[in-house]
């Protein structure tokens, strides 16, 4: 008994193992093509809310991509794809609360698992497909189990392997 779920922690390690350098290419081939003359430019489709303007996705390599979102401070340099994309992949916009921009990830998208390393006045950068750049400022970070209760313009989060969802949310500075 003990080996049959050893052998199946084994296999599900490697399914993760699969499926992390799947999003680390993904990631890394969009953030090329959004790099590329062009590729940033918002001429698909439109999804998802931002405050009270509908924001605009480019279909980079099979994903509808509404921009990058970026931290210096720890590295952090990810595609976001929009809302109803497979975020498994990449990190995706999950919705929009009251102008707030939420974004979730896995732990091992492109180093989104950095967030942990963001502390309060940390730059945060969302570019669009459509070149807008806002800024925002790490307001507060944590872990919880909850549903958020919050009042920030950028929420990012992933959810860990228990349940738990690491978090940090930013107000806009520009």
């Known amino acids: 008994m003990l080996a049959l ?3 199946v922690l084994a296999a599900s390690f ?11 290419e993904l990631c890394s081939g969009i953030l090329s093509e959004l790099e590329k003359p062009g590729g940033g430019d918002a001429s698909g489709t439109v999804t ?11 279909e980079l390599l099979g994903m509808d991509v509404i921009g990058r979102l970026s931290a210096r401070a720890v590295g952090l340099d990810v595609p976001v ?23 979730c990830g896995s732990s091992y998208q ?12 940390d730059a945060v950068t969302f570019t669009g497909v459509d070149g807008l750049v806002r800024t925002y400022e790490v307001a507060s970070s944590g872990t919880t189990k909850f549903d958020f209760d919050d009042d920030f313009d950028l929420l990012v989060y992933y ?3 228990f349940g738990e969802r690491h978090w940090v949310g ?5």
């Open 5 to 7: 779920a050893g052998a």
């Open 14 to 24: 490697m399914a993760r193992q699969a499926g992390a350098r799947k999003s680390a």
């Open 81 to 103: 794809g929009a809302v109803g994309s497979d975020s498994s992949l990449v990190p995706c916009q999950v919705g929009s609360r009251d102008g707030e921009l939420v974004v």
């Open 159 to 161: 959810e860990g392997a």
């Open 48 to 58: 998802g809310k931002d405050q009270d303007h509908e924001l605009p996705a480019r």
């Open 110 to 121: 492109g180093g989104i698992g950095r967030i942990g390393g963001l502390g309060d006045g």
């Open 170 to 174: 930013c107000s806009e500075t520009s």
